[in-house]
């Protein structure tokens, strides 16, 4: 079941009840939670892309910019001339596509990783984890291992995972949640047009996890229009 309850005696989630199977301990109201989990395969995911290319393609297209309007400022019209016949555009588009493939690879050679979900009282928690198996972009150092905060995952440690990050999205900051039911996933807005994470969901869930949003967020911060 997706419903979970959370004992804080024993730090981990334990099954739906009102009282803690593996201490006896009473477990509040409050400590009930949506939980599932799914995996990520990082190459194959568009949001993946999409918070890289957000950032990439803005600084590239700022850069090329600022280097023609110096050029124009230094040698006018003639010295902008120039410089585009000098090959520009061609090379700023080839160190473009050679950063694309660079990332790509990156990408595929990364190790999928666990996701797990939460959404209880304060907000959606996403985290990410990683198999015993270690990546080349682990190997090299762009993928930093953590330790999990509070050490609140023992159950995942003890079954060889190791947490990666962590992204928390508290309720009141949430200013709107869009259901992209075509891909069956959640997008979270923290401010207007900028996407703070993009958590999918399985389809039979969706009842579930749209009333249970709107009971949390608030029926306005809620957008089905999404297909």
């Avoid at 568009?46 to 950032?55: G, Q, T």
């Amino acid at each position: 079941m997706p419903f979970l309850s959370y004992c804080g005696k024993c730090k981990q989630e334990v099954p739906l009840g009102e009282i803690c199977p593996l201490c006896g301990k009473n477990l509040p109201k409050t400590g009930e939670r949506f939980v599932y989990n799914y995996q990520r395969i990082p190459w194959k995911d568009w949001f993946e892309w999409n918070r890289f290319l957000r950032i990439l393609l803005p600084m590239w297209a700022g850069i090329l910019l600022v280097m023609m309007l110096s050029e124009y400022a230094a040698g006018g019209q003639v010295g902008l001339v120039l410089l585009l016949q000098d090959g520009l555009l061609p090379h700023a588009i080839l160190l473009l596509g050679g950063i694309l493939l660079i990332y790509a690879l990156l990408l595929f050679f990364h190790q999928p990783e666990q996701v797990h979900v939460v959404i209880d009282k304060s907000g959606v928690t996403v985290s990410a984890y990683l198999g015993k198996a270690r990546s080349i972009t682990q190997r090299i150092g762009l993928i930093r291992l953590q330790e999990s905060p509070a050490k609140t995952d023992p159950e995942w440690s003890k079954n060889g995972f190791t947490y990666v990050r962590r992204t928390t999205l508290t309720w009141d900051r949430i200013r709107s949640i869009h259901f992209w039911r075509g891909g069956a996933t959640m997008l979270f807005y923290q401010m207007p047009w900028w996407l703070s994470a993009a958590v999918p969901y399985a389809p039979s869930d969706f009842q579930t996890l749209q009333e249970l949003l709107q009971q949390k967020a608030g029926r306005k911060k809620i957008n089905l229009s999404m297909e």
